[in-house]
């Protein structure tokens, strides 16, 4: 099991950049594919962007694509998430997970870390 701690996350205006991490615990870091999702007040949780253990695969929901970029940093347990051109829409509760992008089956969460878009 991995242990996820968010941080990163802040108030920023339309167009603005953040960039959230996620730090994680355990041996099995740099084993696991990593993904990053999100929830906005009302609406379900919705998947942002993953990446492979060997950081050599990424996907990307099409809302974020071209202005989202997941990374990984396997010696410090970390992985990132660079967020530009920010939009309002992109206000949402971030969450970082642990698991297979094959599956698309992440079993291991973080707490969450809030991003506000003001417009």
């Known amino acids: 099991q991995v242990q996820l701690v968010e941080s990163g996350g802040g108030l920023v205006q339309a167009g603005g950049s953040l960039r959230l991490s996620c730090a994680a615990s355990?041996?099995?870091?740099?084993?696991?594919?990593m993904g990053w999702f999100r929830q906005a007040p009302g609406k379900e949780r919705e998947f942002v962007a993953a990446?492979?253990?060997?950081?050599?695969?990424?996907v990307y929901a099409d809302s974020v694509k071209g202005r989202f970029t997941i990374s990984r940093d396997n010696a410090k347990n970390t992985v990132y998430l660079q967020m530009n051109s920010l939009k309002p829409e992109d206000t949402a509760v971030y969450y970082c997970?642990?698991?297979?992008?094959?599956?698309?089956?992440?079993?291991?969460w973080g707490q969450g870390t809030q991003v506000t878009v003001s417009s």
């Open positions: 355990g041996r099995t870091f740099s084993s696991v594919d």
């Open positions: 990446l492979s253990w060997s950081g050599g695969s990424t």
């Open positions: 997970a642990a698991g297979t992008i094959a599956t698309m089956i992440f079993g291991s």
